[in-house]
């Protein structure tokens, strides 16, 4: 399966974003999906992760409260719908896809990596 990450830019700090990611090359509705991003300088870190149906959700304490993530498997696409954000937001976002229909934050749960789509949270 191919991954395309989208929606990412710049944005002023307290605003929002949007991202996407749409599957290729066949369904990834019975996968789970999670989200990791990259800092300059910084090792690549856990988001967020949805199950196959939506149903179990987590996230990293850092954007907890401010990030929500949903899916559409009808569109096999995947959203982390991204407010009040904060210039450590800034990173380089990636999506993944496990092969099970649940994961959870371990880097190591996910098989199928997006290239990735550049946030910058400006003060």
């Known amino acids: 399966v191919q991954l395309q990450a989208s929606g990412g830019g710049l944005v002023q700090a307290g605003g929002s974003l949007r991202l996407s990611c749409a599957a290729s090359?066949?369904?990834?509705?019975?996968?789970?999906v999670g989200w990791f991003r990259q800092a300059p300088g910084k090792e690549r870190e856990f988001v967020a992760a949805?199950?196959?149906?939506?149903?179990?959700?987590s996230y990293a304490d850092s954007i907890k409260g401010r990030f929500t993530i949903s899916r559409d498997n009808a569109k096999n696409t995947v959203y982390p719908q991204m407010s009040s954000l904060k210039p450590e937001d800034t990173a380089v976002y990636y999506c993944?896809?496990?092969?099970?229909?649940?994961?959870?934050?371990?880097?190591?749960?996910?098989?199928?990596w997006g290239q990735g789509t550049q946030v910058t949270v400006s003060r």
């Open positions: 090359g066949r369904t990834f509705s019975n996968n789970a």
């Open positions: 993944t896809a496990a092969l099970r229909p649940y994961a959870a934050s371990a880097y190591t749960d996910y098989r199928y």
């Open positions: 949805i199950s196959w149906s939506g149903g179990r959700i």
